[in-house]
């Protein structure tokens, strides 16, 4: 589960060396431990919150929700949105981006854009998952616990496009932030995954005119 080299280019990638790469002040296209901390940090306490008033609620219900949020987030999400980024083309069976590192590559590379119906798997799977705890803080009348959740869930979304997904190389992600022109000069060095998208692009367009 090590990170890949920065040195060397990424798998999708033509380039012969990653030296003076002008996509790489743009583009993250080597995943480093210090945004997986970042990540965890961003992420775990709204979890933290929400386990622990279940908990405090029901014992056994916590588990549940356990299964729900690694259910998504180890196998879903890994289906739906990670099996379109370019990362996934890496060697080994298992993922060590800074979002999903350790999950297993269950199904294949599909690069290109996520269809309709795998983006609404995404945003609804998101929306469960957020709001399963917010019964229970009405239940147990923590109500300072809500805020802490509320807080830390905003402010989680709000820092992950800011300062990861602005970066990030799956651009088939609905929350990526790479503006255009920076997608352009990672699609000049990998030329396949540019194919997938202009196919895509194309698709799309034809179903519109149908």
């Known amino acids: 589960m090590a990170f890949p080299d920065p040195t060397l280019p990424i798998a999708t990638c033509s380039a012969s060396s990653c030296v003076d790469c002008p996509v790489s002040a743009k583009v993250h296209c080597h995943f480093r431990p210090k945004e997986l901390i970042h990540f965890l940090l961003i992420s775990f306490p709204g979890f933290i919150i929400g ?10 219900l916590v588990t549940m929700y356990i299964a729900v949020v690694v259910g ?31 999950s297993l590559k269950l199904w294949k590379y599909r690069p290109g854009p996520m269809n309709k119906s795998e983006v609404f798997l995404f945003f609804a799977a998101l929306v469960i998952i957020s709001t399963i705890p917010l019964p229970f803080f009405f239940l147990t009348e923590a109500w300072l616990l809500l805020l802490l ?4 869930t905003a402010a989680f979304y709000t820092t992950l496009k800011l300062f990861l997904c602005s970066k990030c190389m799956n651009f088939a992600c609905p929350l990526n932030g790479v503006d255009g022109a920076a997608r352009e000069m990672f699609f000049q ?4 995954v540019a194919e997938h998208w202009l196919n895509g692009k194309v698709n799309k367009e034809t179903r519109y005119r149908i």
């Open 149 to 152: 959740y509320l807080l830390t």
């Open 189 to 192: 060095r990998n030329p396949s």
């Open 51 to 60: 386990g622990a008033v279940i908990f405090d609620f029901n014992q056994c």
């Open 72 to 102: 998504f987030f180890g196998f879903l999400e890994i289906r739906v949105m990670c099996s379109h980024c370019p990362h996934y083309a890496e060697e080994g069976s298992t993922l060590s981006c800074w979002a999903n590192h350790g």
